[in-house]
């Protein structure tokens, strides 16, 4: 709403079109009676519909475009894209987020995830990208308890069974295209009078269209599908999932299924049953075990950082999500990141003056904010521009002169080639001059003589100063001198 109320777009990207179909009718609900255009762009939609949308979103007749990997295609164009988010972030690869990302300059990005792949994980921690972790659930929700078993009819009845008696509706996941059919005419002779329907990727869109659409508003009950139900899908009458055959999913798989359920106010139940003759390997028997540990809350967050320990954090300059094997690795870039920082660092201007020159805590009170415009200051050309938008964010600037002369100080003295400024409590300025000064000698000299000062052999020039204004004015003599 704020991307969409300062005039820009915001596309938002989610991995399959059942997802891009929620969200849509999601956002179509909480933006109503807003004069927001949103459209989704997915399979199910025709070409026909598809050309229309990107000619009106190319126009900017489009403020929020709600689409599949459909909207990393060469045709799409934005007017002024202002907001990407990326949702379920670790379900695309390198690439597609690369292609995302640079669709625009200074383009923001929102990724979110319950189970960040380790490289997006370990950037945010390093402080490469800000992170928000959500810990606290939505009033009245009870969570989801976990049973691991070996399949059996009997389990499997009791769990539909269970859930149907408190007028609920149940998920039931299998990977196996083929294992689906049977399975449904299984559950019809258990439960005769029940409408049962199935779901999975190789279905035509309108037919998963219409299935889906009949499970959110209830006229199914039981759903029998693959993984395709795994992101992000929000039906909160539907709170018992069962999956079969859970030895051949992976931990975030895993995660994700299970916050299929239980987004009610219904404790919601998730069975994970093992296939009847598969031996399960240590890794598999970790998983599950895994998935039985994770606490509800903020559980997600806890396995991609176990995730992370285990993988490697991948890296930054190439596509791998994960692992540090013969590649440069993120803990290496940051090493070397840090290098650079440092000598840079080295090259500015130290001021050790004993003066109070700082924005005050309580006007910008979050530290990074407050970094982020000591940053800007620095830099800028013009800082009273500056000051004027910060202005406008945090309101009434604080007396802020001594911070404006510290500043013109190290301007000046960076112009002569000064690498360090300080001033001792009684009143005596420390020039310490760089290897090659901006300044020739003979300035330095005639500087001296009529002054007053020392200038020692280690290159440091000694004069009389007691205050800001004092050394602002030695530093535009020396300068206008030369």
Do not use: W
């Amino acid at each position: 709403m704020k991307a969409v109320s300062a005039g820009k777009q915001v596309a938002l990207i989610a991995p399959t079109t059942i997802l891009v179909d929620q969200h849509y009718r999601t956002f179509r609900k909480r933006f109503k009676g807003f004069p927001v255009k949103i459209e989704a762009i997915s399979r199910f939609k025709t070409k026909k519909e598809q050309k229309e949308i990107l000619e009106r979103l190319k126009k900017g007749e489009i403020d929020i475009i709600i689409g599949t990997h459909r909207l990393t295609q060469d045709d799409v164009e934005f007017k002024n894209l202002g907001l990407l988010i990326i949702d379920e972030e670790h379900r695309f690869g390198v690439k597609t987020k690369e292609k995302l990302t640079k669709m625009k300059k200074n383009l923001d990005v929102l990724y979110l995830s319950a189970t960040p792949i380790p490289r997006t994980l370990y950037s945010a921690l390093s402080g490469f990208r800000d992170i928000s972790v959500i810990e606290t659930p939505p009033p009245g929700r009870r969570g989801t308890k976990v049973v691991v078993s070996k399949y059996s009819d009997k389990i499997l009845k009791t769990a539909i069974e269970r859930e149907l008696e408190r007028n609920g509706q149940v998920f039931i996941v299998q990977n196996d295209i083929d294992e689906l059919e049977p399975l449904k005419e299984k559950i019809e002779t258990m439960f005769p009078d029940v409408p049962i329907d199935i779901v999975h990727g190789q279905m035509k869109a309108d037919k998963i269209e219409r299935v889906m659409h009949n499970f959110f508003e209830g006229k199914i009950k039981i759903l029998i599908s693959t993984s395709i139900v795994e992101s992000g899908l929000d039906v909160p009458s539907a709170n018992t999932l069962i999956v079969i055959g859970a030895e051949k999913f992976g931990l975030s798989q895993l995660y994700q299924l299970r916050g299929r359920v239980g987004r009610g106010v219904e404790k919601g139940y998730c069975y994970l049953l093992t296939s009847k003759d598969a031996k399960l390997t240590p890794s598999a028997i970790k998983r599950l075990e895994a998935m039985k540990k994770i606490s509800p809350l903020g559980g997600g967050f806890q396995l991609a950082m176990k995730d992370l320990e285990i993988r490697g954090a991948g890296t930054l300059l190439g596509p791998k999500q994960s692992g540090f094997v013969n590649t440069v690795g993120l803990d290496l870039y940051i090493k070397l990141f840090e290098e650079v920082k440092t000598q840079k660092e080295e090259e500015d201007v130290k001021v050790n003056i004993p003066v109070e020159a700082f924005i005050p805590e309580d006007y910008i009170e979050d530290t990074k904010e407050r970094s982020k415009v000591y940053g800007q200051l620095s830099r800028s050309e013009n800082p009273e521009k500056v000051l004027k938008e910060i202005e406008k964010i945090h309101g009434v600037l604080p007396d802020l002169v001594n911070m404006f002369k510290i500043m013109k100080i190290k301007k000046l003295a960076k112009e002569i080639g000064i690498k360090e400024v300080s001033m001792t409590e009684s009143g005596k300025l420390i020039l310490t001059f760089s290897d090659s000064p901006n300044i020739l000698p003979d300035t330095i000299v005639k500087f001296v003589k009529s002054k007053g000062a020392t200038f020692t052999p280690d290159k440091k020039l000694y004069v009389d100063a007691k205050s800001l204004d004092d050394i602002l004015k030695i530093l535009e003599d020396l300068r206008s001198e030369e």
